[in-house]
């Protein structure tokens, strides 16, 4: 039995947010073969509702890594400290901003405003407040944000949306580390599966990456192959 690690967005999820048919026709056989771990920067409601979509069990990284579970009890989580949180809401306030809590997000009005349809697409259902900060999401359109920002930060380009992901000093690669290094997981065991930047630091720990043809060049150019999860040079990979 091989691990594979298997990002969201931009990898087995469509524009509109629902997971290619094509891979849920191989995803039976996947499952037979081997064990799922979603790695993602999505937040954890989000990435919950995928893994009852796809059946499989509760393992998975999240918030870009603060937030790490295996068998459904969670082994790891580093929510943003009060500082740090406090420093983001007073500097950067005035774009639309979005704060993901463990089991619900809150956006403040100029993102409800400007940028709601988005909080619907990351399958962010539940609003209000509770509990820590687990993630920041700023946006705002046709100019970059000026001045540093405190935490991991990943950028990402809609046309002419610009998303900043915020994540407490951690990464998904970290995450995953921390994941592995719990159960016991050889890396050179595990299969990425992954389109972005954030999936960089995940292909240079694992044995075997699979980059979507859509993936950035820099994701490309680590990838032992670049194909689509369920096109026949994969399914040969994980039938080996």
Request: aromatic residues 14%; proline residues 4%; hydrophobic residues 40%.
């Amino acid at each position: 039995m091989k691990y594979v690690i298997l990002d969201l967005d931009g990898t087995i999820l469509d524009d509109n947010k629902r997971i290619f048919p094509e891979f849920l026709e191989v995803l039976p056989e996947i499952k037979r073969r081997h064990r799922i771990i979603v790695v993602s920067g999505r937040a954890k409601i989000s990435v919950e509702k995928y893994i009852r979509e796809m059946d499989i069990e509760e393992n998975f990284v999240s918030f870009e890594g603060a937030y790490v579970v295996w068998k459904g009890k969670v082994i790891f989580k580093k929510p943003f400290d009060g500082e740090t949180s406090r420093f983001i809401e007073e500097k950067f306030g005035n774009f639309a901003l979005v704060k993901f809590y463990e089991n619900s997000v809150e956006p403040n009005d100029k993102f409800r405003e400007d940028f709601l349809p988005y909080l619907q697409r990351w399958g962010a259902d539940v609003l209000g407040k509770e509990g820590d900060i687990y993630k920041f999401v700023l946006a705002l359109r046709g100019s970059e944000i000026k001045g540093k920002l405190p935490g991991t930060v990943f950028v990402y380009k809609r046309n002419v949306d610009i998303f900043y992901d915020v994540a407490p000093y951690i990464t998904k690669a970290e995450g995953l580390r921390i994941l592995m290094d719990f159960v016991g997981i050889n890396p050179k065991e595990c299969i990425a599966f992954g389109d972005s930047y954030n999936d960089i630091g995940v292909f240079e720990i694992c044995g075997f990456s699979v980059a979507v043809p859509w993936a950035v060049e820099e994701l490309k150019k680590r990838a032992s192959i670049i194909a689509r999860p369920w096109d026949d040079e994969v399914m040969g990979v994980l039938r080996e």
